[in-house]
């Protein structure tokens, strides 16, 4: 049985984490932690798990946290994993970081997108970024994950394949992205109020988002030279899903079936990405609850550019469920245990 | 391994049936009936069981189904189900019938208030009505059961109690109930569009909807006496969830510790039925996706009245969970199983 | 043109008497009120009025306010207005306030539900309250008028004519209200989160909303007689809509046409009242946006109860249209002026 | 007073129209026709109307329209305006149609697209596109206007300046649009049931949406070349709004300045056409139920693009607003005319 502390716990992700845990037969939670909700009863936090979950809110403490657990989950803002690792720490459990602190291998570009100071580059190279189906090899060996952003999950498995055989050209690439408002976390703002958020759609974060250079970063990777992308998220009125729609300029003339081919090539054994049929397209409610990412493309050939389409849950795959999908591979556990829940609807 | 065929799979209840029996570990379905949807791919109605069912849709066949399952879901339309049940066909497979069919005792009243004839009232009597936790005992020895409705399931399991031991006069009651969207099925009616339903609150059925004699049949079994109610449920812009808010006049001066002490009598054992704290009202997010039923209640002085409310997931506990949850009492199995999965949200 | 000053012009009823006096042909706002946002353009808090709205928010003066309005609109927490009125003030400009501080004429009883000090209780007897298809000729003489809360306006003029005819038994009115999530305010709680309302159903406040108190009075005028009530109002992942289900024992057997005429007698001649035809009832989706209250009702013979139904725009003539109405008609215009908008659908 | 009738006026660009016309002090409706509805009171239709509108839907009958009217609006399905237009009635009654029949010069791209053969090309030449910030002064003196798409209105708008003025590469261009529901319009469909529509995304018609080729149409004209785009539209839970995000290639290294100074050259004394200040995104909240479309851009030097924004009501100026102040135009009234309602919030 693994032992699972999770500093903050009672943010979005973090709740997902805690469902999704409960719900796994080989691990159990062993700290909630929360700084807001320290010694409130969890399940009067989230009355969900009301009778679930008995345990009460914990303030951070890595020293008892690192004694008790196998593995830690941060679901945290960033800045705060980075100022917790140590080699002492790392000694002792793994750590799987849902925030960005480890995400982006040059320092520089994490300090400018960011804006903070990173207090503990040293782990950035050691830090293995933990899209499994991409990394699965590293992640298994893997002291310290940096669990990959939702935009950057969702856009970078729908466009690394036809990127990484060439098909379309690195220069070319504009993600338009449209999340739920799970996204934005549990903060009380007021840009997120009901009556705000509803009967709305708008863009944010134009050309500055800062899920820009992690996605940059992994696609420089399956383009083999440095990708600059236009990555333009709309936030939309529902709780959970993203949906990627990406442009690419085609390389070369393709029928459907070689792009689908490719697509097969990487991800016809991944239990967790499913490649439509044809004319079929992405859409959340399909993966909702689930780990699930839809794929699908569109071949325009009177433009010659190709249409990438993801869709996927934010708070699962693109948070809480590949954290535990991370957590399964660290620990040598079936990779998909844990995350076989049928994607609910309506 | 139970054998299961559903008849009427390709409904919201009958979807909400497979997601269900796809995570069930001692179930597997062996029939996915439709008459809308022959031989078309499950999956393809469903995408979010694309890759998970590979079956396609099938007609009735009664005699085939009878032969390959153990268990029958009729998740169809008033009167099916009551046109296919046979001694011959009860011999070799139990049914939970989904539909209102078997619910009322009297035939009479059901062919008034369904407006249609009874074809096979002979098995009325033999049917159970599976509300598993008032009759848990005849459930596990049923052939037939009649899996309840989704108000009355909510309404008698929060007024029960109260009732049965005659804290509230029975001539008082008045249940104004709330349901999301799901609960009217997946036919494509102009009242059910999306522009229809969003951004609106209404009444439906006011003074005569079909639930009525349905909850006044399990009500007077609790009073031990003919029971009338007011019942007006609400059409309101969610997916699923259903609230109930009944009022009662009390017959004598209680505390809230005494009404609670009533409620933990009946329920403080059953898994699927949280009695809240003081001060927590129920809320359809808690449960959502869950077979839970959330249930407390307020007393007012002032007007010696006392409010009673509850919170489930119509499409579980008002549906599917609770036929699983028949089922697994049927047939011996752990009664929650396949049904303890976390409630969702956001 | 009548000068109109708004203290608390940037929570929702504010924002929607702005909307409201800029389509008004008679008058001009020349006062913005907001202590959040002193000196920010009020196109840049509400960008539905950039272009429309020039003016910048400013601090309460209530001296240089005096001067320069012909009426004040207070849609401000309670206390505020009572904090501001004096005769000085009442000399020189009439007020219509929005909060609860002048609607009840019992100061214990307002200081009992809102837990607050009433400071101007010499003006309670003077102010009149603004239901204007009750109150009209009163309210044409004000100088202060305290506008009906949301849930008081539909619940009265729902139940008023049965009430004051003596149809209804008055002991025995429960009311069921349900709202969109506009009548909360614009403050950021966790608990008006979007991924918090959306997709959930809940009561609040039950058996102890400030606003029964409110109703209470109004029906006791009805009555003759203090009135007692059951009151529940629900929370719904709607914008805007108020819809109340009332229910009352009926003295007497009573045909539909009767109970209609009964209705026709007070309503026929107002245009902001529509009784609906048999059968059809009332749906906030028909009222959005304007400052009709749609109200019709159901007799249940079998249980000899009566159900009423009022729904309506809970900004409109639960707040902004209706305080636009009550000055109308306390400036002698034309009852209806600039609300004559036709309600918006979808 | 202008005498209007409506083809079509049950559907949800019908309703609005009828909405718009009665707040119109210039018009007044003499014929609400629907195929579907005939001898329905239109505000049994929409209740909305109850009370507001007298009269009852009827059956097509050109002579009698033509006889009746000034003015023909046809809310209608593809084809039908086509097989009404002829020089007859065109000396009789002006007609501005909301389908797509007029609004492409070339019948074969027409046909192509929409799959159905033209009856009436003859009249396409005289036609003029109803967009009237851009084609004005032919709206004035036209018989025939072709009121533009809902899709193409938007992208127009919010692109038309940059390419008249050269500033971006024609064949760069990718539109992503969002689109909510009522654009699907009021057809019982399983694909737009509440259920179904809610809390989910998905794109739509990539690769061959009709409003493609009229887009490229119309920004071929700003060209002075054929212009050939990427075109995906989304479908979004929310009843109305269209978002548009465009893409274009730079030519030239511009200024934020200097962007704005050439949409200020095209707009700055259009009334519906809000150039918002820089930083602040179009968003359908704030133009709900009004005619404005709020427009902005951001550079993104990193790649060399610009990211175009449009917000509308497609309802508004999508549709039905756009048609009035199509008429408006052409019966020489105020182009504002009934047309100046404050977006409604929230």
Chains 1, 2, 3, 4 share one sequence.
Not at 145 to 164: E, I, Q
Not at 186 to 209: D, T
């Amino acid at each position: 049985m693994i032992k699972a502390g999770i500093i903050g716990s009672t943010g979005y992700a973090g709740q997902e984490l805690v469902r999704l845990l409960l719900q796994h037969k080989d691990a159990e939670i062993v700290w909630y932690g929360s700084r807001t909700y320290i010694d409130k009863k969890y399940g009067e936090v989230y009355q969900n798990m009301f009778q679930l979950v008995d345990a009460a809110c914990m303030d951070d403490n890595m020293d008892e946290l690192a004694e008790k657990a196998d593995v830690i989950f941060t679901a945290t803002p960033q800045g705060l994993c980075a100022s917790l690792v140590k080699n002492e720490i790392l000694s002792r459990v793994k750590i799987v970081d849902l925030s960005a602190d480890f995400r982006i291998k040059e320092v520089n570009i994490y300090e400018e997108w960011y804006g903070i100071k990173h207090v503990s580059p040293a782990f950035i190279g050691e830090a293995v970024y933990g899209l499994c189906e991409i990394n699965r090899e590293q992640v298994k060996k893997a002291r310290l994950v940096a669990n990959p952003g939702c935009y950057p999950t969702c856009t970078t498995l729908s466009v690394y394949p036809l990127l990484k055989e060439g098909l379309i050209h690195p220069g070319s690439i504009i993600v338009d992205a449209k999340s739920g408002t799970s996204g934005a976390g549990r903060a009380a703002k007021l840009g997120y109020l009901y009556c705000e958020v509803n009967e709305n759609m708008k863009a944010y974060g134009v050309a500055n988002h800062r899920h820009t250079p992690e996605i940059e970063e992994q696609l420089s990777y399956a383009a083999g030279e440095s990708v600059k992308i236009n990555f333009t998220p709309h936030l939309v009125p529902i709780n959970r899903g993203i949906l990627v729609t990406a442009y690419g300029n085609l390389n070369r003339t393709v029928t459907h079936d070689e792009v689908k081919a490719i697509y097969d090539k990487y991800y016809k054994d991944e239990y967790f990405i499913r490649v439509l049929d044809k004319g079929v397209y992405p859409e959340t409610r399909w993966v909702e609850g689930s780990n699930f990412i839809d794929i699908n493309f569109v071949i325009d050939s009177r433009t010659n550019r190709i249409i990438m389409m993801g869709a996927m849950d934010n708070l699962v795959k693109g948070a809480a469920g590949q954290a535990v999908q991370n957590m399964n591979l660290m620990f040598g556990l079936e990779e998909t245990s844990g995350l076989r829940s049928v994607p609910i609807f309506p």
